[in-house]
């Protein structure tokens, strides 16, 4: 089928073109509204693009968008002038999300489009935007990490495994593990971002744009080394890693935690895509004394406080700062509070 979408799209265009993979007639939800909203979300959207927004948080953003236009056009609305504050709440009474951040984060999207509206003059109210809510209560949760004896298996596969393929799952996540890079930094890694004689590799983040230079541990090395002569496919691209099927192009995040299942594949419990190893390498840094500055900086973290949330319990350590029941001010009578 992808054969055939392509050769359809050669017909059509005369133009080769091997990253089709669907219909080359597919129409997205976005070019399917109508003309009033969908010219001014392309505006919106390729505004955002020249401030340097990630593809990524631009597909967020389209969807969050079109879900609005979508509820506008439901309700009869042909106009942005004429959203009112009660269409923003009816809106978000309607709109359901699995969870309250999911919906958070695309009101928050919309709301970053509606103050665009206002500042290009289509919508008058200079407070729509307010509306619309974006908070949501904060959780906290204990953080999801490899044990032990999964951190073994992983090590166990990178010595009993040779494929091509299985060279490339233990390279990436062993990157992961032992250095914490994102799935994003991984699968854009190129040579020139490798410092053999140094042992390091510098790269500038994608997800936060932050320059980060990390000591490059001998096993990720040899992992590295390993994939690159015996396993990767001929090719000229940049990157690492790269697709073992024609075209041997770049890979996208997703191989990262298919990766992650090939080698843990009895891994099944909340926290099971590939960014647990980087929560695992934060907290085997915490595990090992290590300041919350340095596991900031190690991470390319801009600030502190948003580490937190990568660490697990430091269960060893907090064995030993239990105030006695005496000291808390709770008596025991008869065996129980």
Same mark, same amino acid.
């Not at 089928?1 to 359809?8: A, G, I, K, P, V």
């Not at 230079?213 to 994939?227: C, E, T």
């Not at 934060?282 to 406080?305: K, M, P, Y």
């Given at each position: %089928?992808?054969?055939?979408?392509?050769?359809?799209?050669?017909?059509?265009? !005369?133009?080769?073109?091997?990253?089709?993979?669907?219909?080359?007639?597919?129409?997205?939800? %976005?070019?399917?509204?109508?003309?009033?909203? $969908?010219?001014?979300?392309?505006?919106?959207?390729?505004?955002?693009?020249?401030?340097?927004?990630?593809?990524?948080?631009?597909?967020?953003?389209?969807? @969050?968008?079109?879900?609005?236009?979508?509820?506008?056009?439901?309700?009869?609305?042909?106009?942005?002038?004429?959203? %009112?504050?009660?269409?923003?709440?009816?809106?978000?009474?309607?709109?359901?999300? @699995?969870?309250?951040? !999911?919906?958070?984060?695309?009101?928050?999207?919309?709301?970053?489009?509606?103050?665009?509206?206002?500042?290009?003059?289509?919508?008058?109210?200079?407070?729509?935007?307010k509306?619309?809510?974006?908070i949501?209560?904060?959780?906290?949760?204990?953080?999801?990490?490899?044990?032990?004896?999964?951190?073994e298996?992983?090590?166990?596969?990178?010595?009993?495994?040779?494929?091509?393929?299985?060279?490339r799952?233990?390279?990436?996540?062993?990157?992961?593990?032992?250095?914490?890079?994102?799935?994003?930094?991984?699968?854009?890694?190129?040579?020139?971002?490798?410092?053999?004689?140094?042992?390091?590799?510098?790269i500038?983040?994608?997800?936060?744009?932050?320059?980060?230079?990390?000591?490059?541990?001998?096993?990720?090395?040899?992992?590295?080394?390993?994939?690159?002569?015996?396993?990767?496919?001929?090719?000229?691209?940049?990157?690492?890693?790269?697709?073992?099927?024609?075209?041997?192009?770049?890979?996208?995040?997703?191989?990262?935690?298919?990766?992650?299942? $090939?080698?843990?594949?009895?891994?099944?419990?909340? !926290?099971?895509?590939?960014?647990?190893?980087?929560?695992?390498?934060?907290?085997?840094?915490?595990?090992?004394?290590?300041?919350?500055?340095?596991?900031?900086?190690?991470l390319?973290?801009?600030?502190? !406080?948003?580490?937190?949330?990568?660490?697990?319990?430091?269960?060893?350590?907090?064995?030993?700062?239990?105030?006695?029941?005496?000291?808390?001010?709770?008596?025991w009578?008869?065996g129980?509070?």
């Amino acid at each position: %089928m992808r054969t055939l979408n392509q050769f359809l799209r050669f017909i059509e265009t !005369g133009e080769i073109y091997t990253a089709v993979t669907g219909r080359h007639d597919h129409k997205s939800s %976005m070019d399917l509204l109508p003309d009033w909203c $969908r010219r001014k979300l392309m505006d919106f959207l390729e505004l955002r693009r020249l401030e340097g927004m990630e593809k990524s948080t631009l597909t967020m953003y389209r969807s @969050s968008i079109v879900r609005f236009c979508t509820y506008l056009i439901s309700q009869s609305i042909s106009d942005f002038n004429n959203v %009112m504050p009660k269409t923003l709440q009816d809106f978000n009474a309607a709109d359901r999300h @699995s969870s309250t951040e !999911g919906k958070s984060a695309y009101n928050s999207r919309i709301r970053n489009f509606i103050l665009y509206l206002n500042d290009i003059n289509v919508i008058e109210n200079h407070l729509l935007y307010k509306a619309l809510p974006t908070i949501t209560a904060p959780k906290t949760r204990i953080v999801n990490v490899l044990g032990n004896d999964e951190i073994e298996s992983i090590a166990t596969y990178g010595t009993e495994h040779d494929s091509p393929i299985a060279l490339r799952d233990y390279a990436m996540i062993v990157i992961g593990l032992k250095m914490g890079l994102r799935a994003s930094d991984i699968v854009a890694l190129t040579f020139k971002d490798v410092n053999w004689k140094n042992k390091s590799i510098s790269i500038i983040q994608k997800k936060t744009g932050k320059a980060l230079m990390l000591p490059l541990p001998v096993n990720v090395g040899n992992a590295i080394y390993k994939y690159i002569k015996y396993g990767r496919p001929e090719s000229e691209d940049i990157h690492i890693f790269i697709n073992h099927c024609a075209p041997y192009g770049r890979l996208g995040t997703s191989v990262c935690g298919s990766a992650l299942k $090939r080698i843990l594949p009895d891994r099944n419990q909340p !926290g099971s895509g590939f960014h647990v190893v980087r929560k695992t390498f934060a907290t085997n840094l915490l595990r090992g004394n290590s300041r919350i500055s340095l596991i900031s900086d190690t991470l390319g973290h801009r600030t502190d !406080g948003t580490v937190h949330k990568y660490l697990s319990l430091d269960e060893e350590r907090m064995t030993e700062c239990p105030l006695s029941l005496n000291i808390a001010g709770i008596a025991w009578a008869g065996g129980d509070f």
